[in-house]
């Protein structure tokens, strides 16, 4: 299935793996193996690898920095491509003029903020602490201390169904909470541009540590491999209310499935002990449903995404 795609693979030396083990990409470390893997580490070479398998019809997902997804236990009958954009803070992002930037989308996150620090682009530090890359974030619309993706985004550069690039617009996403029309379809983020305002260096800075520091002394220590905040906050009659602060009224704190258990610290992340298996994962997540269902009537929402053993997200 692979033969054509995989020497065509190794003549322009990208890395690619087949049967590999995909836990080791995703920050939950849950997850099987997968047919083929490849790991990009430009726009460039992911547009040119999704047109080859695009082109031949072979059944594709692409994740970043693998912040916000789990995958079966067992083998995933697709090829997942893995971006890795730049890691150094000099070539992360560039300045398209005084009002926008360019950013490529397997950049992380904290690699985009320390380019922000050392340019004065301001506007941004909610991104703070958010793990993953930017075209995950803008994937999920991502954000926190009032401030998503979707409020800083002008546009992308994207790969669509039929391999072609296009340069859409900040519409073109659908953007809702937590949600956009590239979280669960196949077209790929390439780049994207963002506005920012110009600001002192050091007031970002202190903005970004700030920001840090609260999610730090609130959140569960990132030793144990987390997707999180796993459930949506929930948008009822009075108002959208905290998924964990529900979780944790219910008395579901370090409740524990196999080798996963509901934080201590916070009722919305669910930490993987070290042996966790994706089936903890949907017992753990069906028995939390059903608690807060049963106590407040309330039906939370996943917003990590999962993957089939076909290679499909929901």
Request: charge should be positive; include cysteine; charged fraction near 20%.
């Amino acid at each position: 299935m692979f033969a054509h795609l995989l020497s065509w693979l190794r003549e322009q030396r990208i890395d690619c793996r087949e049967n590999a083990a995909i836990g080791p990409f995703l920050y939950f470390k849950i997850g099987g193996k997968v047919s083929l893997l490849i790991i990009c580490t430009s726009p460039a070479q992911l547009a040119a690898c999704l047109q080859k398998i695009i082109n031949e019809k072979i059944p594709y997902l692409v994740i970043g920095g693998g912040s916000n997804i789990a995958f079966n236990d067992g083998l995933t009958r697709a090829v997942v491509l893995v971006y890795q954009g730049s890691a150094k803070k000099t070539t992360a992002a560039q300045l398209l003029d005084c009002q926008a930037l360019q950013v490529g989308a397997g950049v992380k996150n904290q690699v985009l903020l320390s380019w922000c620090v050392a340019h004065g682009a301001g506007g941004l530090e909610f991104l703070s602490g958010i793990p993953g890359t930017v075209g995950g974030a803008a994937a999920v619309n991502a954000g926190a201390f009032g401030h998503s993706l979707a409020d800083v985004l002008l546009g992308a550069d994207i790969v669509d169904e039929r391999g072609s690039i296009q340069a859409v617009g900040a519409g073109y996403f659908a953007f809702s909470y937590r949600d956009s029309r590239f979280k669960f379809g196949n077209e790929v983020i390439l780049s994207l541009r963002l506005k920012f305002s110009s600001a002192d260096k050091t007031v970002i800075s202190r903005k970004i540590k700030e920001n840090l520091d609260y999610r730090l002394s609130r959140h569960p220590s990132y030793r144990h491999p987390s997707a999180g905040c796993f459930f949506k906050n929930p948008l009822l009659a009075d108002g959208k209310r905290s998924a964990g602060k529900i979780i944790e009224e219910c008395g579901l704190k370090n409740l524990t499935v196999g080798g996963l258990s509901v934080a201590a610290e916070h009722g919305n992340f669910l930490l993987n002990r070290g042996n966790a298996s994706f089936d903890d994962l949907q017992r753990l997540e069906s028995e939390i449903k059903a608690a807060v269902a049963a106590r407040t009537g309330i039906d939370l929402a996943r917003e990590v995404i999962y993957v089939s053993a076909d290679g499909k997200k929901y």
